[in-house]
């Protein structure tokens, strides 16, 4: 088939079009500026704001399925800068909606545990959203416009969270600066009072294909199969990478001055997903064999 990934130069994005070029689809990359993955598939540099480029080329593409991973994902950055959040957050998804309706393809909208106020977590998939702070509304809103503007046959919500792989994009990601800094032989603090699913890039990019490939339409949860505190998890990164405990500082949120509100006891529950699809969400013991992986592959 025929599959538009936007964000291909990001850390999902670009798991995402090496899984879907892997399984002999065609597939359009779309990110801004030049292309930094390379592989069997055709790039478009467009900027998720502009819309009139967008369009056409999807227009011209004609894609079956349109999967969304990119977007403005610094949650501070977003606080700071809430008319480009807003731009790539929501105008860049009404634009892919209507490029759905128009084309005909299914579009897989990539979302947020943000959409969640993180008070009761972990999340049903049907629990009643509360986003707080800028990046949590702009993903929250581009929840809605995809379902204001398709048929509910047409569209997938698939929220993820704490994502992380090795090496960086660029940007850095939680796994990564975890590993590094640990690697160093220097302190991390770590939040034990934040409770998160955390995934692995290659995990979710996985989970995607799927939900694209049968264009399974509704609200879908695809993230790691695990929800604790922050702290925890890096105990578990210590042990699986040989690193010493003692180097994690646990620390409160309210420790720190943050430009956006984070999710206290967040969490995505992934029963639907376990049942329903044969990509699995992986247990943190599955997550960090395959992360250990990638740095043995790229120190
Ligand atoms: N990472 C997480 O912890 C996390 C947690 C929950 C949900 N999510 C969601 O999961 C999805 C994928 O996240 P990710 O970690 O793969 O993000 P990422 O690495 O930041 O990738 C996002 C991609 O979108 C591109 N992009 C940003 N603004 C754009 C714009 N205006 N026009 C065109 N492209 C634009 C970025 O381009 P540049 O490379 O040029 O910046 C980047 O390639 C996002 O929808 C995010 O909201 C992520």
Known sequence: MRVAVTGSNGLVGRRLVQQLVSAGHDVLGLSRGERRVQGAFA???????DGALLAKTLGDFKPDAIVNPGGM??????????IAAYDANVTGVATLAKAARSTGAHLVHVSTDYVFDGDAGPYQVDALPNPRGTYAI?????EQTVKALLPAAQWTIARTAVVYGWPSTGKNNFGFWLVSTLAQGKQVPLFQDQWVSTSHATNVAAML?????RKLAGLWHTCGAEVMDRVSFGHRVCERFGFDGALIKPS???????ASPRPAKSGLDVTKTTQALDAKPWPVARALDELYRERQENP
């Open 43 to 49: 790039y478009a540099a467009v900027d998720l704001a």
């Open 252 to 258: 409160r949120m309210a420790d720190v001055k943050l």
């Open 209 to 213: 294909k799927e939900l694209a490939e």
């Open 73 to 82: 994902t610094d949650v501070d950055g977003c606080e700071r800068d809430p």
């Open 138 to 142: 702009t993903k929250h809103a581009g």
